[in-house]
């Protein structure tokens, strides 16, 4: 259970264009989902949170309007960089909080990344 | 000062050997503890998760959490080569839906 799928799994793109990151939830509906970015060797960095039907919580010092989130369902949660730039490249990686049994809280499954390259 | 502090490593032990990976964090309001694996290239495995003080184990994996010392551990017995992973702490506050403070994962290599 908990299974959280990303799709693409890797894109290349020309500078300019627009990439979109599906997120899906698998196996349970999840009110909250978090897109992350992570560079090499270093930790996973929060870029927003996303709550099913509101706006995404974007963290400091990153653009909502060139990191377009769309939580439209409790299952799928999309990323869109728009106008990428090679700076933009790395790998963007989705988390899907769940409420897990017995626990006071809940927790994020994460989705097995997307590796962007913009040439 | 960071509220997560993990030391990156790089960390190499032979097979067989008992791994002891730690976090202290700052914030008393953290509750939640949580370590996660990633191999490289892809995205981070649940390992273990526990809100109160003690031991919590899980076959091989001993998570520990100490919050009078604001210090977690995780140790990892008879480890194998396909442990060899980098190590991530992340802790939140007893909050649904709160984000999760990461420390920056240790590098963990098991050689045979």
């Known amino acids: 259970g908990a299974v959280v799928s990303q799709h693409p799994s890797w894109v290349i793109c020309k500078s300019g264009t627009s990439v979109k990151i599906e997120c899906r939830s698998l196996?349970?509906?999840?009110?909250?989902m978090f897109w992350y970015r992570q560079f090499p060797k270093q930790s996973l960095m929060l870029m927003a949170t996303?709550?099913?039907?509101?706006?995404?919580?974007?963290e400091q010092g990153v653009e909502k309007d060139k990191f377009l989130i769309n939580h439209a369902s409790l299952t799928l949660s999309t990323l869109t960089v728009t106008s990428a730039h090679p700076e933009d490249s790395s790998f963007y990686i989705c988390s899907a909080s769940l409420d897990l049994a017995g626990g006071p809280g809940d927790t994020q499954y994460f989705g097995p990344g997307t590796r962007l390259t913009v040439l | 000062q960071k509220e997560v502090e993990q030391d990156p490593g790089p960390l190499s032990v032979p097979e067989g050997a008992i791994v002891s990976l730690n976090c202290t964090y700052s914030?008393?309001?953290?509750?939640?503890f949580m370590w996660y694996r990633q191999y490289s290239r892809k995205g981070p495995e649940l390992l273990m998760y526990?809100?109160?003080?003690g031991n919590k184990e899980d076959g091989r994996f001993t998570a520990q959490v100490d919050k009078s010392s604001k210090y977690i551990s995780l140790f990892i017995r008879d480890s194998q080569p396909s442990d060899s992973a980098t190590y991530l702490c992340?802790?939140?506050?007893?909050?649904?839906?709160?984000?999760?403070?990461f420390g920056e994962g240790t590098q963990l290599t098991v050689n045979p």
């Open positions: 992340a802790m939140s506050p007893q909050t649904s839906g709160s984000r999760l403070t």
């Open positions: 196996d349970f509906q999840a009110t909250t």
């Open positions: 914030n008393s309001a953290f509750q939640y």
């Open positions: 996303s709550n099913e039907g509101s706006k995404a919580t974007y």
């Open positions: 526990t809100y109160s003080s």
